[in-house]
């Protein structure tokens, strides 16, 4: 039996581990990782209610941040922001502005 002293979370323990076989430690050498192609991962922005677009503010290619105003959205006679969830580059815009949108259609791609 080989005695231990480990901590845990700050306490300090003592514990007895008995060794069932005895076996030679084995070098173990890390096979290289090849690195796969990154996989471009795309956001869609759905409409959140049925309303019309009033103001568009990027185009296909614009760099937006998480948090960004995207664009702005009329429901009700209330201006809503749909912000970017994401960082990344627009790379499809299917509204225009003065278009009217129902919920969940697709209006924009991040990606």
């Given at each position: 039996m080989k005695?231990?002293?480990i901590n845990v979370n700050g306490k300090s323990y003592e514990v007895e581990v008995e060794s069932v076989t005895e076996q030679p430690s084995v070098k173990l050498v890390?096979?290289?990782v090849e690195k796969s192609p990154q996989?471009?991962?795309k956001t869609n922005?759905?409409?959140?209610?049925?309303?019309?677009?009033?103001k568009l503010n990027v185009i296909v290619g614009s760099e937006v941040k998480k948090g960004d105003v995207l664009m702005v959205l009329e429901a009700?006679?209330?201006?809503?922001?749909i912000l970017s969830?994401?960082?990344g580059y627009v790379s499809q815009v299917l509204i225009k502005e003065?278009?009217?949108?129902?919920?969940n259609q697709l209006m924009l791609v991040i990606g």
């Open positions: 005695l231990y002293k890390p096979k290289p996989v471009e991962s922005i759905l409409a959140p209610m049925q309303g019309k677009i009033i009700m006679k209330l201006e809503n922001d969830p994401v960082d003065s278009q009217k949108v129902d919920i």
